[in-house]
């Protein structure tokens, strides 16, 4: 298992799918390196009963501690490039402020 654990505001529009029967929600979290500056957006993703409480609930621009599986995905480009995508499937997200 890869675990990751991140602490940073959620910096873009929490955007909600249907997957089958279950819900899922993809979010970028900016988090602040040593110098103080927001230069990571890590991309992650919650899914089942946690996504109607992160919809309904104002998690915009919220300081969150999260923690979850990290995960690396091989997509291709449409120039034929390949690149992998990291995403944190989230297990558990508190808000700190």
Same mark, same amino acid.
């Given at each position: 298992?890869?675990?990751?654990?991140?602490?940073?505001?959620?910096?873009?529009?929490?955007?909600?799918?249907?997957?089958?029967?279950?819900?899922?929600? &993809?979010?970028?979290?900016?988090?602040?390196?040593?110098?103080?500056? *927001?230069?990571?957006? $890590?991309? /992650? %993703?919650?899914?089942?009963?946690?996504?109607?409480?992160?919809?309904?609930?104002?998690?915009?621009?919220?300081?969150?501690?999260?923690?979850?599986?990290?995960? &690396?995905?091989?997509?291709?480009?449409?120039?034929?490039?390949?690149? *992998?995508?990291?995403? $944190?499937? /989230? %297990?558990?997200?508190?808000?700190?402020?």
């Amino acid at each position: 298992m890869f675990k990751v654990i991140l602490c940073g505001k959620i910096s873009s529009d929490i955007s909600v799918k249907e997957v089958g029967d279950s819900k899922v929600c &993809n979010f970028t979290v900016a988090c602040k390196n040593s110098f103080g500056k *927001y230069e990571s957006h $890590v991309r /992650c %993703s919650v899914w089942g009963s946690f996504v109607d409480e992160l919809v309904n609930e104002d998690y915009k621009d919220k300081l969150v501690l999260i923690e979850g599986e990290g995960t &690396n995905k091989l997509m291709d480009k449409n120039d034929g490039n390949r690149h *992998y995508i990291f995403n $944190v499937k /989230c %297990s558990r997200i508190e808000k700190l402020g």
